[in-house]
């Protein structure tokens, strides 16, 4: 039980937990999963940014349409992506308490109390820099539940803080639940790190998470039990991205980690699998094919003549949110209006504008417009392609592949160095452009796809908006696909994605 004394209420277990969670974002490279961390800190998470999030480069600050080009907003189209069905208002105490104990039972094989075993206290000591709502106590364990609240995403979630005074140490775990009780840590101490295991043919289903969740997807076995499911290999990494239960059972073979921030604390890394129903090749075939097969591309239109569009903006694997501005040229000597359209990863139109471009003395016709969303989007990749209006797929002049990660308001981050595809190792130079952000400081992040961290640097932004560090990037024991990731640091110590772009990670 927690000491009553109230000098101890000015000196509080948690203020020191954000502080050093703090300082854990601005030292060195993260640890890896499979070591022991004795202090609190943050876990490395792939974005989703998600949250699994899947977590691209960032919105470019956006800008000014071209003077003489027009915009006309298409009615919403006839075939929409399926939306979930909204989620509670809130979390409730017994929802968020349910949540964080199976989490913490999960991801540190603890054998926690049940929920219903919990009592109120009748006395609860508030400690300094969180609100509590409730405080719960059962077998020695002490739950400080905040109330419920909106996040700078627009999402519900209530703060919740396990601690529990051992013989010699204190176990402590601090993270959030959001309003579909899915639970996500923000930091913990004295917990036990169990040692990862083999993996060999777990038959289960892979289930989406809406955007806005903590994860983008996880695994369930026959049993029921859930893990959060990561992999760094591209191609499983794009199948697993559009695997759907309707696809049927899979088999994966890899290595199972524990302590990580991810669905119920622990995380299946694929490195091999095996579809019992579904042909892969007709999943991955989802897929938005990759920007780089026909560049620029090009489709043949009606009279023989061949078109083709390139996009500047966004970029590829920007991460964009709820409008983005398209700015690009058609070539070919095509004149005449434009279609522009966001898509899922599955093909579902989220959000479409016809636009009249501007030709110039070389035959090319620029256009620039803001595509907002008229349905939101359910996966977490896509693409922003130009048709020809009045046409299907056949009218298809161009793509550029993005990544979509909710709503963050008018914030702006965009990724400069390194370039999308670049290998890195060592020092890697990461530099950009930001504005309007809520603080001048940055986290940039070097990741693998699975969501390890292999290297952190804080960046401040210069008042032109512009930023620069260099992050120290351990060597991964193969070379494999990542991610130089940007986000910023929330007043409670979580992290909101805003820019990311792919890498080589090099030995």
């Not at 560049?295 to 970029?315: D, F, N």
């Not at 965009?414 to 809520?438: E, F, N, T, Y």
Request: charged share 15%.
């Amino acid at each position: 039980m927690m000491n009553r004394n109230p000098r101890n209420m000015h000196t509080p277990m948690l203020r020191a937990f954000l502080f050093l969670m703090w300082m854990g974002i601005l030292v060195g490279c993260a640890v890896p999963p499979s070591m022991v961390t004795p202090a609190p800190g943050l876990l490395a998470t792939p974005v989703p940014l998600p949250a699994e999030a899947t977590a691209a480069s960032a919105v470019a600050p956006s800008p000014q349409p071209l003077p003489t080009s027009s915009a006309q907003t298409f009615p919403t189209p006839a075939v929409s992506p399926t939306v979930p069905a909204p989620a509670p208002a809130h979390p409730t105490i017994t929802e968020t308490l349910t949540a964080a104990l199976a989490y913490v039972e999960a991801g540190f094989l603890l054998d926690m109390p049940s929920a219903e075993a919990f009592t109120p206290i009748t006395e609860p000591v508030t400690p300094e820099g969180m609100t509590v709502e409730t405080t719960l106590t059962a077998q020695g364990w002490e739950a400080l539940i905040g109330p419920a609240e909106i996040d700078s995403q627009g999402s519900s979630r209530r703060l919740i803080w396990l601690r529990k005074e051992g013989k010699k140490k204190v176990l402590s775990w601090l993270g959030q639940v959001d309003a579909r009780g899915i639970a996500s840590s923000m930091a913990f101490s004295g917990l036990p790190r169990p040692k990862s295991k083999r993996v060999k043919g777990l038959t289960g289903w892979v289930k989406p998470l809406p955007p806005g969740s903590a994860y983008p997807r996880y695994f369930e076995d026959q049993k029921g039990r859930r893990y959060g499911l990561a992999t760094n290999k591209p191609k499983i990494q794009a199948l697993l991205e559009h695997l759907t239960p309707e696809d049927g059972a899979i088999q994966v073979w890899g290595e199972l980690r524990y302590a990580v921030n991810d669905y119920q604390g622990r995380r299946i890394l694929v490195r091999k699998y095996n579809l019992l129903a579904a042909d892969p090749a007709q999943i991955l075939a989802r897929a938005t094919p990759s920007p780089s097969a026909i560049s620029p591309s090009q489709t043949q239109v009606p009279g023989q003549t061949l078109y083709y569009a390139s996009i500047s903006q966004p970029q590829p694997h920007d991460v964009i949110h709820t409008r983005v501005v398209v700015t690009g040229a058609v070539g070919g000597g095509y004149q005449g209006p434009l279609r522009v359209q966001v898509e899922d990863a599955q093909g579902q139109v989220l959000g479409q504008v016809q636009v009249e471009g501007v030709p110039d003395a070389h035959g090319r016709v620029h256009f620039s417009s803001e595509v907002p969303f008229q349905n939101p989007p359910t996966l977490s990749t896509g693409r922003v392609a130009v048709y020809l209006p009045g046409q299907g797929q056949e009218g298809l002049l161009g793509w550029t592949e993005v990544r979509f990660a909710g709503d963050v308001g008018d914030m702006h981050v965009r990724i400069l160095q390194p370039q999308a595809g670049m290998g890195v190792r060592g020092k890697v130079p990461v530099s950009g452009q930001a504005a309007r952000l809520p603080t001048p400081i940055l986290l940039v992040r070097v990741e693998d796809t699975a969501g390890v961290v292999m290297g952190k640097a804080q960046a401040s932004v210069a008042q032109d908006g512009t930023w620069q560090t260099v992050v120290t990037c351990r060597r991964p024991k193969t070379a494999r696909a990542g991610v130089v990731a940007v986000y910023v640091v929330r007043a409670d110590g979580g992290l909101i994605l805003l820019a990311q772009t792919p890498v080589r990670l090099q030995r």
